[in-house]
């Protein structure tokens, strides 16, 4: 033990004296955390759409004759996007090529004429145009999203103010009321007026006459109860399908707090692994390992003392930027001990990983070259939910980062950030059983350290 | 840059009392038959080597010879597959053939930390005993990477005598170094075996074995060709290779090689 605690504090001494090492272990989770604060402080900016609406004023959608109230869809667009207003499809296809907006949409002139058709016998096809520039593949299906939301939800609210015009004519007819047309008012009796009419009418009235009217009255009180049954239906005709939520297969954490433990998972995963399989080839680089190993200190004690510096470092890095993140999420503080289990379970595995990483290789380039190369690919695929990809590839992606401890890292920082997550007790265990793994590797693969 | 040279000074270190696990009392370091195999390779084969206090053995021959797995299986770094090695009850101080230290360390913190790994009881004590001996004391604060290579190479020993061996084996220690400092390096280990070190040390320069070694050991391909002083293996050069005999020792030693199958 006396030799791990004398180059522990060499190793420390070594990092001090790197200023570029050093300012990057201070400033990274400084700047991580800044980063998701911000982020996660403030909503995504919407993104800028260029619209160009080519409908006449004043142009409103009627139905049966009657107009409906105006729409308001070019203000509900511009709610969800920032409108860019062009004068003419030139000056929208100019800003789609040049980058300044995402996309264009344009209202045709005959937009309304075309929708208004949709009630007569040759219905035409409304339909708004959207420019796109596809210079990449993430963009076109950005854009693709964005607008087809924008427009399904234009669609609903159209259907759904023709659902209620036609509610309200329903209303009328079965209730009676006023209708106006050209700006004379209109009475209509309505059918239950029409029914309690007829059915006080009706004795009045010689007997042979009596059976027909009682069939007219007969008619009305059916005809009322029925299209008084419509109406609901009408209503839910704009959005027949209602979406009811239901969790399965564990709580997910709030977005912000996830994006919180993704960041202080990276964080500690490539500070440490880096850190220990570095200083662990250092040692072969600098040709110190046989003259350590020769009595000074065993291989064991060596690999103890890189995963113990691993873990310092990470540890005070890591908690260095969840207290960071207090200036933009305030995280239960109560909950710190948590934070500290495992965070020091994480790593204890990661240093693991790392030593065993660099007992593979022999220089620090290449240590740094292949932990970057084995943790950047396996913190992308840990974040890929299921269901994103399909159920073969997921079971691929899943024994993989099984076997890495970022994953179960990442579920045991979660869960000690997230009040209402699930337990740590799996990810703890997980992390477990990969440490000794990965230390018996290392341990193994210290032995062609010695070979001279 | 101007390099500002410093002579090892001659204070060689006591050496320590022999215990009774030798097989005579002047004997520090002895190999016994030994073997090494790098897979299907032979390293050695069957190489017996002994050396008593205060000698000065050279061992020499080409490159692979098996001059580094000879010093590295005596150091304890490498294990025989078959023979064996036993050495006196001080301990065996090894220097490698590249430093091996710590380059962005002091060269103090460096001295220091092998000082303290080695549980001495005075670590700043040793540190500076080191720093004096090899003449370093006034660069003690530069960090090892901005040294010249021989300096380099004189903290490497430096850190190898720490634990004030009985026996030092030095892995071709001249390597890299220029004349002036090749000159005062064995100008240090000579006082060393003065004072009753053990020295071995490899190299393939034949002159510097013959002018400093009191022994030599001939290496080839693992095989053990000649061991005696320097006029013996003049004179084993001579009768076994009489064609080169007019020529420069290396060019009579090259076909003494030769002649032995190498």
């Known amino acids: 033990m006396r030799g791990v605690r004398w180059l522990l504090l060499k190793d420390l001494q070594i990092l001090r004296r790197s200023p570029l090492q050093a300012v990057l272990l201070i400033a990274y989770p400084i700047l991580i955390a800044v980063l998701v604060g911000f982020a996660i402080s403030r909503g995504p900016e919407d993104p800028r759409v260029a619209f160009l609406n080519e409908v006449p004023p004043n142009t409103r959608i009627s139905v049966g004759g009657a107009q409906l109230p105006k729409a308001n869809v070019e203000d509900r667009i511009c709610e969800k996007v920032e409108c860019v207003f062009v004068e003419d499809r030139a000056e929208a296809e100019e800003k789609v090529e040049s980058g300044d907006v995402l996309a264009a949409l344009v209202l045709p002139y005959d937009l309304v004429n075309k929708i208004n058709s949709l009630s007569t016998l040759t219905p035409g096809v409304p339909e708004v145009e959207v420019l796109v520039n596809e210079e990449n593949a993430v963009k076109a299906e950005l854009v693709d999203d964005r607008i087809t939301s924008l427009l399904a939800q234009a669609n609903l609210r159209i259907a759904r103010r023709i659902g209620a015009e036609g509610g309200r004519y329903l209303g009328l007819l079965v209730n009676g009321g006023h209708f106006e047309v050209l700006g004379e008012r209109i009475p209509i009796l309505g059918l239950r007026t029409t029914a309690r009419i007829l059915a006080a009418v009706t004795p009045e009235l010689p007997p042979r006459l009596r059976p027909a009217l009682e069939e007219v009255t007969e008619f009305a009180t059916q005809a009322r109860d029925n299209l008084n049954v419509a109406k609901p239906m009408i209503d839910r005709l704009a959005q027949p399908i209602a979406v009811d939520k239901v969790a399965v297969g564990g709580e997910s954490p709030p977005l912000e707090i996830f994006a919180v433990a993704v960041a202080a998972t990276l964080t500690l995963a490539f500070v440490v692994v880096l850190l220990v399989a570095g200083s662990l080839a250092l040692e072969r680089e600098e040709n110190a390992f046989p003259r350590l190993t020769r009595g000074l200190v065993s291989s064991t004690g060596l690999l103890g003392e890189k995963v113990l510096l691993g873990v310092l470092v990470g540890l005070a890095v890591t908690l260095l930027m969840l207290v960071g993140m207090q200036f933009f999420l305030p995280l239960d503080l109560g909950r710190v001990w948590l934070w500290l289990v495992a965070i020091l379970f994480s790593a204890g595995a990661l240093g693991a990983a790392g030593a065993a990483l660099g007992a593979a290789a022999r220089e620090v380039r290449a240590v740094s070259l292949l932990a970057f190369m084995v943790t950047l690919p396996v913190a992308f695929l840990s974040l890929v939910p299921s269901g994103a990809v399909g159920p073969e590839v997921f079971d691929a992606i899943r024994f993989l980062t099984a076997l890495f401890p970022f994953k179960p890292a990442l579920e045991a920082i979660t869960a000690a950030l997230d009040e209402a997550g699930s337990g740590m007790g799996g990810p703890l265990a997980h992390l477990t059983v990969l440490a000794v793994a990965y230390a018996a590797i290392a341990r193994i693969a210290l032995r062609r350290f010695a070979a001279v | ?262």
């Open chain 2, 1 to 262: 840059m101007t390099e500002k040279y410093k002579p090892f000074r001659g204070h060689p270190l006591p050496p320590r009392e022999y215990g009774s696990a030798m097989s005579a009392a002047l004997t520090a370091i002895e190999a016994r038959g030994v073997v090494k195999r790098f897979g299907s390779r032979e390293a050695l084969r069957g190489v017996s080597l002994a050396a008593g206090p205060g000698e000065l053995v050279a061992i020499i021959g080409p490159n692979g010879a098996g001059k580094t797995t000879l010093l590295s299986i005596l150091a304890g770094i490498a294990r025989p597959d078959a023979g064996e090695v036993a050495s006196a009850d001080g301990a065996v101080g090894w220097v490698p053939q590249q430093a091996a230290l710590y380059r962005r360390l002091t060269v103090e913190e460096n001295l220091l930390l092998f000082a303290r790994l080695e549980g001495h009881e005075d670590p700043r004590a040793s540190a500076e005993e080191m720093l004096e001996l090899t003449g370093l004391g006034e660069r003690r604060g530069e960090i090892v990477a901005r040294l010249s290579g021989g300096n380099q190479q004189r903290i490497n020993i430096a850190i190898g005598l720490l634990s004030r061996p009985a026996v030092l084996l030095l892995d071709e220690p001249s390597v890299g170094l220029d004349p002036r400092q090749r000159a005062r390096l064995w100008e240090f280990v000579s006082a060393l075996a003065g004072g009753g070190t053990t020295v071995i040390f490899s190299t393939h320069d034949i002159q510097e074995a013959e002018r400093y070694g009191g022994r030599v050991l001939v290496l080839a391909d693992g095989e053990s060709l000649f061991d005696g002083s320097a006029g013996e293996l003049r004179e084993a050069v001579r009768s076994e290779a009489p064609e080169s005999a007019d020529r420069d020792f290396e060019t009579a030693f090259v076909a003494y090689l030769q002649h032995r199958g190498h």
